[in-house]
């Protein structure tokens, strides 16, 4: 299956290979009731009902991770094999089997049960293996048909992930590109330095105030700190949105980024080099952050766009007001080759099937009833 051509085929079988890891990794856990009063030694879980009994899942383990002999491994072997039952008792809910056709196909194609000199399948060979883990042709064939059940299952749900040349190519374009920015920020801290007089509230203000909520305020001196800071804030508002409004007008007609930049009075800096769609990072360590500027969509839809040192709209992240301009903004002129664009496909649909699989994961996780009951001990 893995030196197949086929992209599908191919990614569904890394991805066979690879869930083990995938369950470490994301470290999801399987929900545990924790109610395994009157559950037998003899049973590691309940899932849905259904009772994994310990014989099965230590065969399981041998079968599939043989070469793990640290027991603290056992809860992520159990947690991948409660997966497994999962994916099956949702297959047989939609009514997928597996045929006793595709269970014979299955053993004379299985490399194990292939003598190396003829190439051909041996029943003496599927003996020895089967002798090997002291398990009968029937708990084999059991075992086979659920996993070949599984397989099927998750062939389905890839069927269903498609990658068009189009997607293949804007990856390329986004991977192959090179993007700085030049940014002026006004701080929180420099614009009430700056304004410092447009924000002051006088004694004759904050009287008008109270005056205005008579009936709200009971001790007119204790509440006038607090009215103070509120018409503070009221007027820091007012002038933030005012300072945008006229960096936005000056955008708007095309204003270079050093008049926008003297307008706003902020400080300027660079960021470095990055890909279309990737982390964009301040060049100088210490100064305004750039990942939220990045996340907004005054940056996605100005980018691409924006003549290089011409300004864009202000951009008020909360801890100031920002704007920015393109300085490098390099994408190939040409699309890939074909052998590197169909490379492109492939990743492409891998991390579409792996999206898809981890998001049936999640719910198959969340709609179960599964209680463990495994003792490493």
């Known amino acids: ?167 293949a190519i804007a990856k390329y374009m986004a991977d192959n590109s090179k993007i700085k920015i030049r940014y002026s920020f006004l701080s929180n801290a420099d614009i009430e330095a700056k304004h410092k007089n447009e924000i002051t509230v006088s004694d004759k203000e904050i009287d008008k105030e109270i005056a205005s909520r008579k009936d709200a305020v009971k001790d007119p001196k204790t509440a006038r700190e607090k009215i103070k800071n509120e018409l503070k804030l009221k007027k820091t508002a007012e002038l933030r949105k005012t300072i945008a409004q006229k960096i936005d007008a000056m955008a708007a007609k095309g204003a270079s980024f050093s008049s926008a930049s003297q307008s706003l009075g902020g400080k300027t800096g660079e960021s470095e080099i990055f890909k279309l769609g990737g982390n964009v990072k301040n060049a100088k360590k210490g100064e305004a952050g750039l990942s939220s500027l990045a996340a907004s969509d005054i940056f996605r839809k100005n980018l691409m766009k924006l003549k290089e040192n011409t300004s864009s709209p202000a951009f008020d992240n909360g801890r100031g007001i920002m704007i920015f301009t393109p300085v490098m903004r390099q994408i190939p002129g040409k699309t890939p080759e074909k052998k590197e664009l169909d490379k492109i496909k492939e990743t492409l649909l891998y991390s579409s099937i792996n999206s898809s699989q981890r998001n049936l994961y999640r719910e198959l996780n969340e709609e179960s009833k599964i209680l463990k009951n495994l003792k490493t001990n």
């Not at 879980?45 to 041998?62: M, P, Q, S, T, W």
């Not at 048909?145 to 062939?155: C, E, H, Q, S, V």
């Open 1 to 167: 299956m893995f030196k197949s051509k086929n992209f599908l085929v191919k990614a569904v079988g890394y991805f066979l290979v690879g869930f083990f890891l995938f369950i470490i990794i994301l470290s999801f856990g399987m929900p545990d009731l924790g109610l395994n009063c009157g559950v037998s030694r003899d049973t590691v879980a309940v899932v849905n009902g259904e009772k994994i009994h310990a014989l099965d899942f230590y065969r399981y383990r041998d079968l599939k991770f043989s070469k793990i002999k640290d027991n603290r491994m056992l809860p992520y072997i159990l947690d991948n094999y409660i997966m497994e039952v999962l994916l099956r008792q949702k297959a047989e809910k939609m009514g997928l089997s597996t045929t006793d056709e595709k269970i014979k196909r299955y053993i004379q194609e299985t490399q194990y049960f292939i003598n190396p000199v003829t190439g051909k399948y041996d029943p003496e060979r599927l003996k020895m293996v089967l002798r090997s883990y002291r398990m009968s042709f029937e708990e084999f064939e059991k075992i086979a048909r659920k996993d070949l059940l599984i397989n099927d299952f998750r062939y389905l749900i890839a069927k269903g992930a498609a990658v068009s040349s189009d997607d």
